[in-house]
């Protein structure tokens, strides 16, 4: 069992930059994948990024691509999200979670994520 707490959320607003930060405590964080997630008021859980436990590949949502930046160091067991130039639909609560290290690639939906933070949230005012 890992467990999961998330901080770095807050009230900003539109073209702000913000850095969520998550640390994991548990079972073996280096062999894990690692992802960020989102669900504003209303809307599903939607994944946002995620990074590999092998090489650090990463992947992302369209719609963050270019604007935000997941990294992980395994030494602190820590996640990060660097979020830049926040727009208002960013607007959510945001998850980090880990995965299983099977296969290379980190997964993009949430099924496979077996610990979930209880979140943080991120305002971006117009």
């Known amino acids: 069992q890992v467990q999961l707490v998330e901080s770095g959320g807050g009230l900003v607003q539109a073209g702000d930059s913000l850095r969520l930060s998550c640390a994991a405590s548990?079972?073996?964080?280096?062999?894990?994948?690692l992802g960020w997630f989102r669900q504003a008021p209303g809307k599903e859980r939607e994944f946002v990024a995620a990074?590999?436990?092998?090489?650090?590949?990463?992947d992302y949502a369209d719609s963050v691509k270019g604007r935000f930046t997941i990294s992980r160091d395994n030494a602190k067991n820590m996640v990060y999200l660097q979020m830049n130039r926040l727009k208002p639909e960013d607007t959510a609560v945001y998850y980090c979670?880990?995965?299983?290290?099977?296969?290379?690639?980190?997964?993009?939906?949430?099924?496979?994520?077996?610990?979930w933070g209880q979140g943080t949230q991120v305002t971006v005012s117009s």
């Open positions: 979670a880990t995965a299983p290290g099977m296969g290379w690639a980190p997964p993009k939906v949430s099924a496979p994520y077996d610990n």
């Open positions: 548990g079972r073996a964080f280096s062999v894990l994948h």
């Open positions: 990074i590999s436990w092998s090489d650090g590949r990463t």
